[in-house]
């Protein structure tokens, strides 16, 4: 079996596959195509193992064959295949139930060998192309370490050549500087030689010099003479003098005289030069300290003592120098206390001028980044708000696309219903605004009517007894004129008259009436009001009227609106001159608070209305 | 800028006289005083032979002429025109002659250095100075006229010995720790001593007029040193000039270096003003070509024009290349000049011969740098004003001042012929001293033809209202006033 396995390794995975497809596709439903298809395409292989197997068992050796099974499954542990046999005489029978839990058993090994085969494999693929990889790296690290070799024998040999060729140029330079000793001790040699020849003949030349002398100084020459016409005086004046001892001592004396003069006038020089340079560094002392006490007096809190003393020790020394003459002093004495001074002072001056650096330098830094923060600060503010910005415009476009695009469609009904009901709200709103104040109007009205019929009544009364009063005395007239003819066709025409003035008082009882109706009626009609309107003196029409109070109340809610936060502040003049007489009337009120603004325009809207024309 | 007629002269001989009255003039053997201011002859005195040398006394009364062939040595009085003086050296021979600053000895020094004679004008006497040392710059007076200094060489040692000139008592004697002394000088305030060694060897000593030494300088070791020395009118710097190009400035107080100036052929610092001589063949207008030629004296006829350029830098000046095989080699500052003032110093390098270098001694630094054309002859400083002239063997004199460059085209002595055949080439240039009475600088200069010889003077009287104008920045003003 083992033989078998490996021989027939890849053909024996792949039957087994088949078969373990075989199983799995038994198991599940048979109608999926996709197992018909290798079910087809596994009918060779199954083929093959049929004939393998015939090859194993036959019809003949079936129990042979299962007994070798058995014998083998035994061996490998398995169950036998065989019933526990109750008797021996018995032949032993084939347990199925065994066979079966057998075969899936062995079933499931092989799977279970499968799988390890698989994983076998792919790590042995993994591990062959590890293995690979390492081979190549292998081969690249052995060509590198050829090269590198290689390298290195030319390193080596560059190496040597270099170290031969230095030795060379030492030896060359050795020898150069051998030369060079060669030479110098060659010029050397050359230059005693020539000194000890010029010497030699030089000493000749002195000898033929000093023989030529002889020759000539010594034997008198005649020739030798000055020929003059007469001596002259000498350039100073004075006579000639003789040549003494005297002379000598005289002229050492003016030697000496002349020297001293001149290190006179240098020392002279020299002390107006150190007088100068003195100012200049008394000078420069004082405006230091002119500089640095000012400077001084906050930073000498914060800095140690030690400097602090330093500089009340300054200004002592500049005090006491100051008050001590000091170029009187000798040198010596002052140089001390000045070189000190001025020592100390520069070191603070040095330190100081190193602070402000320090702080020139930090604020130029922290100028830097602050100017760097803001600026950063503002660059995201502003591209916040040009962002803003750009969303503002997007929407407005958006909007504007939607309105354009509802244009051109002829918008659907829904949202022009919709559009029109905000409309509608919005109209509402107003009429509702406008409602309360026709109210209030109304109830104004009211009030002037009843007031009106009120002393309509009280006239109509009056009349009634004016009318009884006339009538009595009518009564008594005509009582008293019935003796009179002609009385009685005035008395007609008096009648007459009063028909017609009850006529007149039915119509003004009749409009009167009229006037009443509205009371009761919603106001409705502008007719109708203007009609009722106008019956009232001296008031404009209510067509006129209402558009004034619209107008007003607009005005007024705008004023309102305005103002009340400017007039918040007490003592701020009014605004705008459209508002003047706003501002003026909505003052107090609005200075009490701006909440009382709203009914106050109410009662500003009378008086407008009254400065109306 | 006035010029004169040109005079004949020989042997270039030809001195102002110490007050600036005076112009005196050697042609032959014969001395030619004028009148600075109106160039008359004065004196005219004939001598036995001819004129050498000759010196104006420091009371500009005499004048001594030496003939050196013949060994003999003439005074003259100015006042006193009948007055003969005749000094024979006889067969010692007669290789220097000088006059003592009293203007009453005259020095005379035998051939061979063998002694030096001082005779007396005053009195008989005479007196002998031995062992002198032949070298460039043996005596040397102090400024006062009060002590002479004197080069000494005896046993193979150099010496230096103090002289009273009132006297001629010797004051100090001493030893110089030199090889080969080559030059002594007095500082102006006549206190300190210069020596300076041979060019073997760069040394510097300073002496105390007491004969102490007071310091010892050398830059370097083993190559050619000083070349040339001098010092500041203020006695306060010692410019030492030496073969390797630079000057090096000592100071009065310490006697150390304050700095040294190198003399780099290429100059780079843009604060530098490089002034560049530029000739120009003059335009061929149509009054050349008139004929008859015009008169020379309708005016000169400068063959060409020259002017300043002011040269953007860096600027490489020309250099020649030294032949080193050779004794006294063309390198190394050869020329040295503090201004009067001892502000400025002028300077040559030897090997950059064409140009001169003008340094500010206020702020130790390079100033202005001139190139010419052609090497420079000489060049002196006016002694009133920071002004120096420069003349290079051409025919032109060249001024500087801190304002600016000029060229001034010197007018031969070929004016009456044909323009071209006298060219005169100016070898020196003299300032002169004015004196006390504070007039105006001369310019004098020589011009050298092959076998005549002239001069030519500017009167100072003529040139008094003639500054160099600042305009003329850089510019030649190759025109005559």
């Known amino acids: ?297 906050k930073p000498r809190e914060r800095v140690d003592d030690s400097t602090g003393t330093v500089i009340s020790d300054v200004e002592e020394d500049a005090g006491e120098l100051s008050r001590e003459s000091m170029w009187d002093l000798s040198c010596e004495t002052v140089r001390e206390q000045l070189t000190n001074s001025i020592r100390k002072q520069w070191r603070i001056l040095k330190s100081h001028v190193e602070k402000l650096d320090n702080q020139v330098s930090k604020v130029h830094l922290e100028g830097f980044n602050d100017e760097d923060v803001i600026s950063r600060q503002d660059h995201e503010q502003e591209t916040e708000k040009l962002e803003l910005e750009i969303q503002q415009c997007k929407e407005m476009i958006k909007t504007q696309q939607q309105l354009l695009q509802q244009l051109a469609t002829a918008c659907d009904d829904d949202t022009t219903s919709l559009l029109r009901d905000c409309y509608l709200l919005e109209e509402k709103e107003r009429l509702k605004e406008e409602w309360s104040l026709f109210k209030e109007q109304k109830k104004n009205f009211e009030r002037e009517r009843r007031s009106f019929t009120e002393a309509a009544i009280r006239l109509g009364l009056e009349r009634k007894a004016f009318e009884e009063e006339r009538a009595s005395w009518l009564k008594q007239q005509f009582l008293n004129m019935t003796t009179f003819d002609h009385q009685n066709s005035e008395n007609v025409k008096l009648f007459s008259a009063f028909s017609g003035s009850s006529d007149q008082d039915n119509l003004t009882v009749h409009s009167r009436q009229l006037q009443k109706k509205p009371h009761s009626m919603s106001n409705g009609s502008p007719v109708c009001m203007s009609k009722l309107t106008k019956s009232l003196p001296a008031s404009p029409s209510t067509s006129d009227f209402c558009q004034t109070r619209s107008c007003v109340s607009e005005h007024s809610s705008i004023n309102v609106l305005n103002i009340t936060p400017e007039d918040i502040k007490p003592n701020q003049v009014g605004g705008e001159c459209t508002n003047q007489k706003w501002s003026v009337a909505s003052r107090p009120g609005s200075q009490e608070g701006c909440y009382s603004g709203c009914s106050l325009t109410y009662t500003n809207s009378h008086v407008e209305k009254d400065d109306l024309p | ?250 100071n009065h107080v310490t006697w150390k270096m304050i700095t040294e100036f190198e003399h780099p052929a290429a100059i780079n610092n843009p604060k530098i003003v490089v002034y560049k001589e530029a000739e120009k063949s003059p335009q061929l207008g149509l009054g050349c070509l008139s004929f008859p030629p015009p008169r020379a004296g309708a005016g000169p006829l400068p063959t060409s024009e020259s002017k300043y350029e002011i040269a953007s830098v860096p600027v490489s000046l020309q250099t020649l290349k030294p032949v080193t095989d050779r004794a006294n080699p063309k390198i190394g500052i050869g020329m040295l000049a503090f201004s009067p003032d001892s502000y400025f110093l002028a300077t040559r390098n030897d090997n950059v011969p064409s140009a001169v270098w003008v340094w500010d001694i206020q702020k130790l630094r390079l100033f202005a740098v001139l190139e010419q054309l052609s090497p420079v002859r000489a060049f002196q400083w006016d002694p009133q004003q920071p002004r120096l002239a420069i003349c290079t063997g051409g025919s032109r004199v060249y001024l500087w001042s801190p304002a600016g460059c000029l060229s001034v085209q010197v007018p031969g002595e070929g004016e009456h012929s044909p323009a071209g055949t006298g060219t005169s080439a100016l070898l020196f240039v003299v300032w002169r001293h004015t004196g006390r009475t504070g007039e105006a600088p001369a310019i004098s200069s020589q011009g050298n033809c092959p076998q005549r010889l002239c001069v030519n003077l500017k009167a100072g009287a003529q040139c008094t209202g003639d500054p160099l104008p600042s305009a003329l920045q850089g510019r030649s003003s190759p025109s005559l006033t």
């Open chain 1, 1 to 297: 079996m083992g033989d078998w396995m490996t021989v027939t390794d890849p053909g024996l995975s792949s039957e087994s596959k088949t078969i373990s497809q075989h199983t799995s596709e038994t198991k599940m439903s048979p109608s999926s195509l996709y197992s018909q298809q290798v079910l087809c395409s596994s009918i060779p292989l199954s083929k093959n193992v049929h004939s393998f197997f015939s090859a194993f068992c036959t019809e003949d050796n079936i129990e042979q064959s299962i007994s070798y099974l058995d014998q083998e499954l035994t061996t490998f542990g398995f169950p036998s295949l065989y019933e526990e046999s109750k008797g021996k005489e018995t032949k032993r029978e084939l347990n199925i139930v065994a066979v079966l839990n057998c075969m899936n058993e062995l079933l499931v090994l092989q799977r279970k060998n499968l799988l390890a085969q698989e994983n076998v494999e792919t790590q042995n693929l993994k591990l062959g192309s590890d293995m690979d990889h390492l081979q190549s790296c292998y081969s690249k690290l052995k060509e590198q370490l050829e090269t590198s070799r290689r390298e290195m024998i030319g390193l080596q040999e560059r190496d040597r050549q270099l170290q031969c060729k230095n030795r060379n140029l030492h030896q060359l330079l050795k020898n150069e500087k051998d030369e060079v000793q060669k030479l110098q001790n060659i010029i050397a040699s050359r230059a005693t030689q020539y000194n000890h020849d010029m010497k030699r003949k030089e000493r000749e030349y002195n000898k033929l010099k000093e023989r030529l002398h002889q020759l000539v100084m010594n034997k008198k020459d005649k020739k030798i003479a000055m020929d003059i016409l007469n001596y002259v005086g000498r350039a100073d004046g004075k006579r000639g003098s003789w040549r003494t001892g005297k002379t000598e001592a005289r002229n050492e004396d003016e030697m000496y005289k002349i020297l001293l003069n001149d290190y006179e006038y240098r020392q002279k020089q020299i002390l107006m030069e150190n007088a100068e340079l003195k100012k200049v560094l008394q000078q420069m002392k004082k405006e230091m300290i002119s500089l640095l006490s000012p400077q001084k007096k």
């Open chain 2, 1 to 250: 800028m006035n010029f004169s007629e040109v005079f004949k002269l020989s042997g270039l001989l030809c001195k102002f006289s110490p007050d600036g009255k005076y112009l005196a003039s050697c042609v032959q053997y014969r001395l030619v005083v004028r009148d600075v201011n109106t160039l008359q002859i004065v004196q005219l005195y004939t001598c036995l032979d001819q004129i050498q040398h000759i010196e104006w006394s420091a009371d500009s009364l005499f004048i001594l002429c030496a003939m050196y062939k013949r060994g003999l040595v003439q005074v003259w009085s100015l006042e006193q025109p009948e007055w003969h003086c005749k000094i024979d050296e006889g067969s010692a021979g007669l290789v220097a002659s000088c006059w003592s600053p009293d203007g009453r000895h005259i020095l005379n020094t035998t051939e061979f250095h063998l002694r030096i004679t001082v005779w007396s004008l005053c009195t008989k006497s005479v007196s002998y100075i031995k062992y002198p040392k032949a070298c460039l710059q043996g005596t040397t007076f102090t400024r006062d006229g009060r002590y002479m200094a004197l080069a000494e060489r005896r046993d193979c040692k150099d010496y230096v010995s103090i002289f009273v000139c009132s006297d001629w008592q010797l004051l100090r004697h001493f030893d110089t720790d030199t090889q080969d002394l080559t030059g002594i000088e007095w500082a102006p305030n006549g206190c300190v001593l210069a020596v300076w060694d041979s060019c073997l060897e760069y040394k510097v000593l300073l002496y105390s007029l007491d004969g102490r030494l007071l310091s010892a300088y050398s830059a370097y070791e083993w190559s050619l040193g000083i070349k040339s020395v001098a010092w500041s009118p203020s006695s306060q710097f010692l410019a030492v000039g030496s073969y390797d190009g630079k000057v090096r400035i000592l």
